[in-house]
């Protein structure tokens, strides 16, 4: 079965620095992929990075990272320069070549203080 | 290019009542997706669609539940009855084509609905 662990249901981070939000996974097939949605206050969920279990280099995009270990199945989220408008919940999620939906993980709450 | 588009945003009603939820995805887009958040479960998905035909709606949590995309471009997820503890946030969401081969393909939501049933 797949599994989503995300283990920081709270973060904190002062405005500028950088911030990695923990996602770890679980799955038997070697084909996979990884998503990581934002939830702000007002409630839609935001497409931010994707990162294929087949690819050489970690995924970038803008201010988002990912740090993708897969010997230890995990895809870590770092988001540099932090601001206050990425105070969100941030999701972890996870589909592969056999499983046909995704898995999404409990979600982390960042903080962005002033 | 107009996102996801669900109606209404909000939703307040009594216990026993019909419930109907709307949802217009993305222009172009052959997979739909119905999710309800919670805390207490998180993200579930319901059903989904491709080109219009439901294919796994394991999910939906009863037969008070039922979902229809009679076109491309519109779908509705209906409560009847309605129950207090149908209260959630419903997300509709939407991908190009949702397949096996395609890993990368992700989905985009729409801004939800907060149903509240009292």
């Known amino acids: 079965a797949q599994k989503i662990t995300q283990t920081q249901p709270g973060m904190f981070v002062q405005e500028k620095e950088a911030v990695t939000l923990d996602c770890t996974y679980d799955?038997?097939?070697?084909?996979?992929?990884l998503f990581w949605y934002k939830q702000p206050s007002s409630g839609e969920m935001i497409f931010l990075i994707y990162?294929?279990?087949?690819?050489?280099q970690n995924a970038t995009e803008g201010r988002y990272s990912l740090n993708f270990q897969k010997a230890r199945k995990s895809a870590n989220l770092v988001i540099s320069a932090s601001q206050l408008g990425d105070s969100a919940m941030y999701f972890c999620?996870?589909?592969?070549?056999?499983?046909?939906?995704?898995?999404f993980g409990p979600g982390t709450r960042l903080s962005v203080l002033p | 290019d107009a996102g996801v588009i669900q109606s209404p945003r909000h939703e307040v009603t009594e216990m026993g009542q019909e419930v109907t939820l709307r949802c217009k995805p993305i222009?172009?887009?052959?997979?739909l997706f119905w999710y309800r958040q919670t805390m207490m479960r998180g993200l579930e998905l319901l059903i989904y669609?491709?080109?219009?035909?439901?294919?796994?709606d394991s999910g939906m949590p009863e037969d008070r539940f039922s979902a229809k995309m009679p076109n491309a471009s519109f779908s509705t997820l209906k409560i009847q009855p309605s129950e207090p503890r149908d209260s959630a946030v419903y997300f509709c969401?939407?991908?190009?084509?949702?397949?096996?081969?395609?890993?990368?393909?992700?989905?985009?939501f729409g801004p939800g609905t907060r149903l509240l049933v009292l």
């Open positions: 990162q294929g279990s087949y690819d050489q």
């Open positions: 222009s172009g887009h052959n997979s």
């Open positions: 999620a996870m589909r592969s070549s056999y499983g046909q939906n995704f898995v």
């Open positions: 669609f491709n080109n219009n035909v439901p294919i796994d």
């Open positions: 969401a939407s991908s190009t084509s949702w397949d096996r081969s395609i890993i990368q393909e992700t989905q985009y």
């Open positions: 799955t038997s097939d070697p084909s996979y992929g």
